[in-house]
């Protein structure tokens, strides 16, 4: 039971370069969603998708973009990298956005924009 | 502006005591309140969730309370072990909204 699994673990990049983080879960959950942690800021939102077909901006939004590709995948893309976006991304799935269910996470990419 | 304060950035606790965090948030009617742990390198996992109407949560040796007319919620391990060591996270939404996370408390049980 794989739950969550995301790719790649780590990433170095350099600025202005482009990557896209994949993200994709086996628990049939409708709602996805993209976490950036950096320290001292705590796990901040930057999109989600309610359900396949649909995305939502969260806080953190700006210098990224993302797909819903089916019900099991969500990527993150990076147009521009910049050094700001040095962090660790988590990707989680639920069954329902504000649904008293639990998130199931990722284990993480850590990526570094030098 | 809308806030989620976790009041201890680091706890640090005898093995065998509890350990107790604390977690405040204003301007939010949250529907529900979710505790989750993360070990360093790892993705945080759910510990506990209690309604908006629930008082107290138990499951094992953990224990959560949800006052909202505080607007606080207390997370509480008995017995603490030298494995609990790690970050603990609280968060919350309101209907139909995204989880939104405090920025967590380190608890060290030392043995």
């Known amino acids: 039971n794989a739950g969550v699994t995301q790719t790649p673990k780590f990433q170095v990049l350099k600025t202005g370069q482009s990557m896209t983080l994949q993200c994709a879960q086996d628990m049939n959950h409708n709602s996805m969603y993209w976490y950036r942690q950096d320290p001292g800021m705590g796990l901040r939102l930057i999109y989600y998708?309610?359900?396949?077909?649909?995305?939502d901006k969260g806080e953190v939004p700006n210098g990224y973009n993302v797909s819903r590709l089916n019900k099991r995948e969500f990527s993150l893309r990076l147009e521009s990298a910049a050094p700001s976006q040095t962090s660790v991304y988590f990707c989680?799935?639920?069954?329902?956005?504000?649904?008293?269910?639990?998130?199931?996470f990722g284990s993480g990419t850590r990526l570094t924009v030098v | 502006s809308q806030k989620i304060e976790q009041n201890s950035e680091a706890l640090n606790i005898q093995e065998g005591k509890t350990a107790t965090l604390t977690c405040n948030y204003t301007?939010?009617?949250?529907?529900?309140l979710q505790w989750y742990r993360q070990d360093p390198g790892r993705g945080p996992v759910f510990l506990l969730l209690?309604?908006?109407?629930?008082k107290e949560k138990r499951k094992e040796r953990l224990k959560v309370t949800f006052d909202t007319t505080l607007k606080q919620s207390l997370f509480h391990i008995t017995a603490s072990q030298p494995a609990d060591s790690a970050t603990y996270l609280c968060a919350l939404n309101q209907a139909g909204t995204a989880l939104i996370f405090g920025k967590g408390t380190t608890l060290s049980v030392s043995s």
């Open positions: 209690i309604r908006e109407n629930e």
């Open positions: 989680a799935s639920s069954e329902g956005v504000g649904q008293t269910r639990s998130y199931t």
């Open positions: 301007n939010y009617s949250p529907a529900y």
């Open positions: 998708s309610a359900s396949e077909g649909t995305t």
